[in-house]
């Protein structure tokens, strides 16, 4: 399963090999451990004041398939069940100190605890997680911009560039299938914003752009084979995605809406080098959510998604997760 941080799902293509009891597996290529998947939403292109603040995240998901392409069950599983919990501490700085133009320059750090739990009927394969561990580190410098104003004061809006990098940080078992990190280096780059089209309306979104680097030792519970060669390296396609959200504020500083996310992959997972056909993933993310803004230093969210039109990856039933920030 991927995560929102999602983690990586294994789809599936059992062939038999000699002898006749052991089966060869072709890998699975998955985007990394550490993406954000509807873990920010409402108000997303603020960031507090200016100076540390620390974003503390709880969420849990349930998958109960394993989609191919075209959204078609994998056949070499039976009953399928993986659920993961994540928590993750983010440390996120900007200067009070304008470089010009409103912009403020800073940096963020993510570090994530991953616990996995997978579950197979008997008749299909037996696929196996690495437990609970430290997930992959996301980090990277960031660019926050002042609010610009209407003629009243009330910001109308509000945006963040960053230029995120995961890191192969976290727990890896090249013997397992599912594990806490990725064992690859990405890039990720985004754009954050918020507009104030009205009084207690916002509509905000986040822009991502994902390249991933190789993976020189893919992991897999059971034996590896590419066309009857050993596996070398794999490599995920590059991907992009957006967060958004849509939400108005029915209490004063209590806000409800709309929350979701988009996810296409956009170039084929490559293994030794070859391009995978149909390998591209897809998935939609949809769901409410709240916001509670505490006081002008603290803030709380809550969000709930579930995903159609999925290809390629785990489809996660039932996802939800609390946010908690505060400036220190």
């Not at 580190?137 to 809006?157: N, S």
């Amino acid at each position: 399963m991927k995560r929102p941080f999602a983690y990586p799902c294994m789809a599936l293509a059992l062939t038999v090999a000699l002898p006749p009891a052991v089966y060869a597996v072709t890998p699975s290529v998955s985007e990394p451990a550490g993406i954000n998947l509807g873990g920010t939403s409402f108000y997303d292109g603020f960031a507090g004041p200016p100076g540390l603040s620390h974003l503390m995240y709880l969420k849990y998901d349930s998958a109960q398939s394993f989609l191919g392409a075209k959204g078609h069950q994998n056949p070499a599983l039976d009953d399928p069940k993986l659920t993961v919990t994540t928590l993750l501490n983010q440390f996120s700085y900007y200067s009070p100190n304008s470089i010009g133009l409103g912009a403020h320059p800073g940096w963020s750090l993510i570090v994530p605890i991953v616990s996995l739990d997978a579950d197979f009927g008997p008749a299909g394969a037996q696929l196996k997680d690495n437990g609970t561990g430290l997930g992959d580190v996301v980090t990277g410098p960031q660019l926050q911009f002042d609010p610009i104003v209407d003629q009243f004061g009330r910001p109308v809006y509000v945006q963040r560039f960053a230029m995120d990098m995961i890191l192969p940080t976290g727990k890896y078992d090249e013997h397992k299938d599912f594990n806490p990190g990725s064992h690859f280096y990405s890039i990720n780059p985004y754009w954050a914003a918020t507009v104030m089209p009205a009084p207690r309306w916002e509509v905000s979104w986040r822009l991502h752009y994902l390249y991933n680097f190789r993976n020189d030792k893919p992991a897999s519970s059971a034996p590896l084979d590419y066309q009857g060669q050993s596996v070398d390296d794999t490599q995920a396609g590059q991907a992009a995605w957006a967060n958004f959200t849509a939400s108005y504020e029915v209490l004063p500083k209590v806000s409800v809406g709309l929350n979701g996310y988009y996810f296409k992959q956009i170039s084929d997972d490559r293994i030794n080098g070859h391009r995978q056909q149909d390998s591209r993933e897809r998935v939609l993310g949809l769901g409410p959510g709240a916001f509670w803004k505490i006081s002008e230093s603290e803030g709380m969210w809550f969000n709930v998604y579930h995903e159609s039109a999925v290809e390629n990856r785990a489809k996660n039933e039932f996802s939800v997760q609390v946010r908690f920030a505060h400036a220190l």
